[in-house]
């Protein structure tokens, strides 16, 4: 088993998250974490024993909260909140996002402002070391007030009223029958308990947590299928020289240039190595600058995240021995913001990288390579059409990429009178993120097939191991076949980092 992820509500970085989300690493609670949420228990059950009115503790929620709930109600108040909350719809979210919520919400609790039992983290802790994962209907969060349906469904399962998925199930299987089989006793949720659980970034910030590594591993892959376009293009190195970089004092701009000089070094294929060429179009002579920016986008995602990992995003927080103080820490602006910018930059690369495939295939611009690299055009036609699926995907995105933030849709009866739709935009993000490792991964068969035309003439360093990394997935275009399979192969191995991995461990750019 992979070593377990030490958990203290302070400390917990983007890869240890991932560690746990998409590893399998288990968790474990810091004693230190578990003493301060025993400390914030404590100022609970005193303000309830003493009648204190305390938000989502003793009084309603949202546009209720200035009724009064008795004493002897307090915990019909936290159960009758998960049951109306849990109002999600829609397919279930992937098991590694709700992997994430379980996680963030953990270690948000660990902090011990939120004045829970310990027992309730333990739990969650449980669930992640078992690898069981709660139903999660993907929509339903207005991303403030925390993403309050499908935390909802999360506290649901603990209580053993909601569901779990389980492999070979085709829907979802009943939360007693999954608790009862690993022999774990459902939550009793006691005084503040709902609210708690309910109020939080979670899904959010798991979508931008996953977005970061996903995008981080996108761009290295456009850059690697941006220089064997280059090379099969027969593009001048000129454009990556550092001085330009140096000139505009754009690092991110740099940055992307030295990898490219790496990936291109040794090429035999630049007609301007030796003297004037002219100049290459934009999607071969911008790429410092394009895919600096998206660099960029990448940074301010990262900003967003970090410290959001370890935040305290429920309300009201047990900020004393006495105190509980009510505020908006739940709200998801700076995410939701985050969110909808990586989308944006992540179609950059999708739109870059279809300009890229279809100069490859148009005979009037691939720089005398034959017409849609077609082993024999007219009778075959070769990557005509793989270029179509590019371009049907960076129109989708071109939908998808409207920031989900810019209009805010008033709840509970305009208490919340404005809401970040953070959870759309991650879910956005993730559709735009995998419909782009299959742009970039048609980009890569088509500019690999180019490669071999220009033979006895050898690409870059880079190139050649990324054609080789197509060559192990993808067999050369001698005759038409359905190309559907070799470009799901390719994106996959783009998700998974593979391709990536493998030129790498060629050239370390």
Not at 338 to 347: C, E, F, K, R, S
Request: charged share 20%; aromatic share 4%.
């Amino acid at each position: 088993m992979p070593e377990a992820v030490a958990l203290d509500g302070r400390s917990l970085t983007l890869d240890a998250f991932l560690q746990v989300v998409r590893g399998g690493s288990p968790v474990e609670l810091a004693p230190a974490a578990l003493e301060r949420v025993r400390a914030s228990r404590q100022a609970v059950e005193r303000a309830v024993s003493a009648g204190r009115a305390v938000y989502g503790v003793t009084t309603g929620f949202g546009a209720l909260s200035s009724v009064t709930i008795p004493s002897d109600r307090v915990r019909d108040l936290q159960v009758a909140l998960v049951r109306s909350h849990a109002s999600g719809t829609g397919p279930p979210l992937p098991p590694e996002l709700v992997r994430g919520l379980l996680l963030l919400r953990l270690n948000s609790l660990a902090h011990g402002l939120s004045g829970v039992r310990p027992e309730l983290l333990q739990l969650l802790a449980e669930l992640l070391r078992r690898d069981l994962v709660p139903w999660v209907p993907e929509q339903g969060s207005v991303g403030a007030s925390g993403d309050l349906a499908p935390l909802a469904h999360v506290a649901l399962a603990l209580t053993g009223e909601g569901a779990f998925r389980a492999a070979g199930a085709p829907g979802p299987v009943p939360a007693r029958e999954v608790l009862g089989r690993e022999g774990l006793r459902p939550l009793e949720l006691e005084a503040k308990e709902g609210v708690a659980l309910l109020n939080g970034t979670a899904l959010m910030a798991s979508y931008l947590a996953l977005g970061v590594a996903d995008a981080r591993g996108l761009l290295d892959a456009a850059t690697i299928a941006g220089a064997l376009s280059t090379d099969a293009l027969l593009g001048s190195p000129q454009s990556f020289d550092d001085r330009l970089g140096e000139a505009r004092q754009a690092p991110h701009e740099r940055a992307v240039s030295a990898a490219l000089r790496a990936l291109l070094a040794t090429s035999e294929l630049s007609p301007g190595r030796s003297g004037w060429a002219g100049q290459d179009p934009y999607t071969l002579r911008c790429l410092p600058q394009v895919l600096g920016a998206v660099r960029l986008a990448i940074e301010f995602a990262e900003r967003v995240v970090g410290p959001e990992l370890n935040a305290v995003t429920d309300n009201p927080l047990v900020l004393g021995p006495e105190e509980f103080v009510s505020g908006g820490n739940f709200h998801g602006q700076s995410l939701a913001l985050a969110l909808d910018t990586l989308a944006l930059g992540v179609q950059y690369v999708a739109g870059f990288s279809e300009r890229r495939t279809s100069r490859l295939v148009h005979p009037a611009l691939n720089r005398g390579l034959p017409a849609f690299l077609a082993p024999e055009p007219g009778v075959t036609s070769g990557f005509m059409v793989p270029q179509y699926v590019a371009a049907a995907l960076v129109n989708e995105n071109a939908s998808l990429v409207h920031p989900a933030s810019a209009v805010s849709v008033p709840t509970s009866a305009d208490q919340e009178d404005y809401v970040s739709m953070g959870a759309w935009a991650g879910a956005k993000l993730a559709r735009v993120l995998a419909n782009t490792q299959r742009v970039v991964a048609i980009e890569w068969m088509v500019a690999g097939e180019a490669l071999e035309r220009r033979r006895p003439r050898q690409g870059g360093r880079g190139s050649e191991a990324a054609l080789r990394a197509l060559r192990a997935r993808v067999a050369p275009w001698t005759a038409d076949r359905s190309p559907a399979d070799d470009i799901a192969r390719l994106a996959e191995a783009i998700a998974t980092g593979a391709l990536v991995r493998e030129v790498r461990a060629t050239v370390p750019f």
